[in-house]
């Protein structure tokens, strides 16, 4: 086996994901833009044997203040979204994200052996440990056993999807209820919804969202700059779409579109308007632009927080559709000696549903957690 470690500009990394199903989490344009801080190195670490390649991007940071490590030594995370790792090979060209690959052994056989080249990797690059998000499309399934041989599963919660394949009828009479009843509604009401063909609403999504943020008050971790926003549109995979009420913008959300895959990244409601619930025209507009467009899934995502319980936003998204997918973390150690070790050091009772340990909420050094 053979392994690569690139870097964001390297011509290699879109070129190995070229002709196969991936999302935009993969894409070197996002690591760049969720590498947010200057001591954080976005790069994807790829195995390759013969026809098949596993691709898993990821972003690298310094360990946490005070717990001893030396300032060479490092943590690993996925991209934050549904970055799971992507095992290719030349017979998967085309495949779509709403079918579960028809996976053999060989699979799973590569996959055992491609994960000890990069526990390998990690520890060539002195990195302790690595969290690791999966993807909730069927399309996107790993076999379980490698991966629950060399760490640990975790499942966090469900992420609501729509099939873009299903008839039009279908899709219609899968609307609940009352959400057939708002956006009728909505529509007599004069509100209109839209995908933008630039980036001219970029202002009012970003103001939207910080109203939002704040009146909800969400945690620092899912609040955004001005400066992220300024550089989404790098990516290459982002649209804009908006619903507007006389020229006004009264909800606006950010979303992704890459593989016939489409995912509501981010999004909001001006306080005003949120009676007439707005949203809801706001994901039906974008679902039916990518169905036009002959896009497979459209991701909806999960409550409050990555893979949040069945709370109102969750039930709300289920009010579009009836599937879901689990959201599930894969925590990889790659150094267990040296791990041990930190998680004395941060002196915090463990915590089986935070990883890395050394990282929980409340221990005694500081430095950032890496939230699900």
């Given at each position: ?94 495949r ?88 009728v ?70 979303f ?44 909806l ?6 893979g ?30 040296r791990?041990a ?7 915090v ?24």
């Open positions: 086996m053979r392994t690569e470690i690139l870097a964001v500009d390297d011509g290699r990394w879109p070129a190995t994901l070229d002709g196969h199903l991936h999302d935009v989490y993969h894409l070197p344009g996002y690591g760049r833009l969720d590498a947010g801080r200057a001591d954080e190195q976005p790069v994807a670490v790829v195995v390759r044997d013969g026809p098949w390649t596993l691709f898993v991007p990821l972003v690298l940071a310094p360990l946490p203040d005070g717990l001893g490590a030396g300032s060479t030594w490092r943590d690993a995370r996925s991209p934050y979204g549904y970055a799971t790792p992507l095992v290719l090979t030349a017979t998967d060209a085309g779509g994200p709403t079918l579960a690959p028809a996976r053999d052994a060989r699979a799973e056989t590569f996959l055992s052996g491609a994960i000890g080249s990069l526990t390998a990797a990690l520890l060539d690059m002195q990195v302790v440990s690595a969290f690791v998000r999966l993807h909730p499309l069927p399309g996107f399934a790993l076999p379980q056993g490698p991966l629950a041989s060399a760490g640990t599963l975790a499942v966090h919660g469900e992420s609501v999807w729509v099939d873009l394949g299903r008839g039009e009828e279908e899709l219609r009479a899968q609307l609940r209820t009352n959400h057939r009843r708002d956006l509604k909505l529509v007599r009401g004069g509100f209109t919804g839209q995908v933008e063909q630039g980036w001219g609403a970029l202002p009012d999504l970003q103001q939207i969202y910080a109203d939002t943020m704040d009146r909800v008050d969400a945690r620092e971790f899912y609040r955004r700059s001005g400066e992220f926003f300024d550089r989404v549109r790098d990516v290459g995979a982002f649209v804009v779409a908006t619903v507007r009420l006389g020229g006004e913008v009264v909800a606006a959300g950010l992704s579109e890459v593989s016939g895959t489409v995912q509501y990244f981010l999004g909001g409601t001006r306080r005003e308007h949120l009676a007439r619930s707005p949203s809801k025209l706001l994901l039906l507009t974008v679902q039916n632009w990518a169905r036009e467009r002959g896009d497979r899934a459209f991701v995502g999960s409550g409050s927080g990555w949040g319980a069945e709370n109102p936003l969750f039930r709300f998204k289920l009010g579009f559709s009836p599937l879901r997918g689990a959201v599930a973390t894969w925590r990889l150690v790659a150094d267990p000696s791990y070790r930190l998680v004395d050091a941060s002196r009772p463990v915590d089986a549903d935070f990883f890395p340990a050394y990282r929980a909420p409340g221990r005694a050094s500081t430095g950032s957690a890496h939230a699900v």
